[in-house]
C-alpha cells in the first residue's frame, strides 16, 4: 500500500483560454464526452492509491464542490425511475475519495496555490495534480511516480519531450539519466525561449513531493505579475536534494487547449463502450463524406 495517500488539485484558475464558456462555468467543469474534466484528474487519484484530496478553489467556483458532493433529491429521482445505473454512478462520486477545499483569495500562481495545502498535508508526502491535465484511465504515470518517491525519498515530477518550438509553453529541465524512464533533474527553468530551453524535456501537470516544498515556496519569490512560480520553488529544491523527472510518451491531454480539449474529447469517447462503436461508426462515415481522407 502506498504510503502517499494525499493529493493536491489547484483549481483557482481563471481559465481564460475558453472563454467565453468559463466566465460563469469554472473551467475544470467543462465536459469530456460526459464528465467534467476534474472528475478524471479525481478518479486518477483514487486508482493511484489517493485517499484525502485538496482542492484549491476560488470565487465562482462551487460547482466543483457541488459536483463532488451529495445530491439527495436527484438520487430520490432516479431512485424513483428505477434508473439504478445512473443512481450508482452519481453516489460513486461522493465516494471516489475525502475530498476537502480550501479558496485561493487571488491568483497568485501555481506556487502561492500548493502553499495553501501545508496545514492540510502536514508532515506527509502529497501529490499535486493539475486540473489542465488529464490522464487516460489506463495511465499509470501518477502510481509509478509515487513508487519511485518511496523508493528514493525525492521530489518526482512528470515530464514529456516536445518539439523545440513548443517548449516555451512549460517548465524545460537540464538532466542525466538515470533509469530508461527517470531523469535526475540538475535545473529547471520557467517557460524558456526555444534557444535557451536546457532539453526539450517539458514538465506536465504530476508532482509528487515531500514537506519540504513548502519551504521552497515560502523562499520563492514573485516574478512577473507577482506570481510564484512552482517551477522556481521546485529549482530551489535542487539546493538540498534529489529531483528526479519521470518520462511518459502517451496518454494525456492538456485540456486547456482547445485543439488538446477536441482530441481528447475524439479519443476518450472511441474508447468509451456506451458510444464508442456508434460515434466512431459516425466519424468514418463524417470523415469520408467530407473527402478528409
Not at 495517500?5 to 489547484?10: Q, T, Y
Not at 489517493?50 to 463532488?68: N, P, V
Not at 445512473?86 to 465516494?95: G, I, K, S
Not at 506556487?111 to 506527509?124: K, Q
Request: proline letters at 5%; charged letters at 25%.
Amino acid at each position: 500500500m502506498t504510503s502517499v495517500r494525499k493529493a493536491v488539485i489547484p483549481a483557482a484558475g481563471l481559465g481564460t483560454r475558453f472563454l467565453p464558456a468559463t466566465k460563469a462555468v469554472p473551467k475544470e467543469m467543462l465536459p469530456v464526452v460526459d464528465k467534467p474534466a476534474i472528475q478524471y484528474v479525481v478518479e486518477e487519484a483514487a486508482r493511484s492509491g489517493i485517499e484525502d484530496i485538496l482542492i484549491i478553489t476560488g470565487r465562482s467556483k462551487k460547482a466543483i464542490e457541488d459536483h463532488f458532493d451529495r445530491n439527495v433529491e436527484l438520487e430520490a429521482e432516479l431512485h424513483a425511475k428505477g434508473q439504478d445505473s445512473r443512481l450508482a454512478e452519481v453516489l460513486a462520486l461522493a465516494n471516489l475519495a475525502e475530498i476537502h477545499y480550501v479558496r485561493q483569495g487571488e491568483t497568485r500562481g501555481l506556487g502561492h496555490a500548493v502553499g495553501l495545502a501545508r496545514r492540510h498535508v502536514g508532515n506527509d508526502s502529497f501529490a499535486v495534480m493539475l486540473g489542465d491535465d488529464i490522464m487516460d484511465e489506463h495511465s499509470t504515470v501518477l502510481a509509478e511516480m509515487i513508487a519511485h518517491h518511496e523508493a528514493r525519498q525525492s521530489a518526482i515530477i512528470a515530464c514529456k519531450e516536445f518539439p523545440p518550438e513548443e517548449i516555451s509553453a512549460y517548465g524545460s529541465i537540464a538532466y542525466d539519466q538515470v533509469e530508461e524512464r527517470l531523469l535526475q533533474v540538475r535545473s529547471i527553468v520557467e517557460k524558456p525561449a526555444p534557444q535557451e530551453a536546457p532539453s526539450t524535456w517539458g514538465v506536465m501537470g504530476r508532482y509528487v513531493f515531500s514537506p519540504s516544498i513548502f519551504a521552497a515556496i515560502d523562499r520563492t519569490p514573485p516574478g512577473a505579475g507577482g506570481e510564484v512560480q512552482l517551477t522556481d520553488a521546485i529549482g530551489l529544491l535542487l539546493d538540498h536534494g534529489d529531483v528526479y523527472g519521470y518520462t511518459f510518451t502517451e496518454g494525456r491531454y492538456d485540456i486547456g487547449n482547445k485543439l488538446d480539449y477536441l482530441r481528447a474529447t475524439v479519443e476518450l469517447a472511441l474508447a468509451r463502450p456506451d458510444v464508442g462503436d456508434d460515434f466512431r461508426a459516425w466519424l468514418s462515415r463524417y470523415v469520408r463524406e467530407q473527402g478528409i481522407v
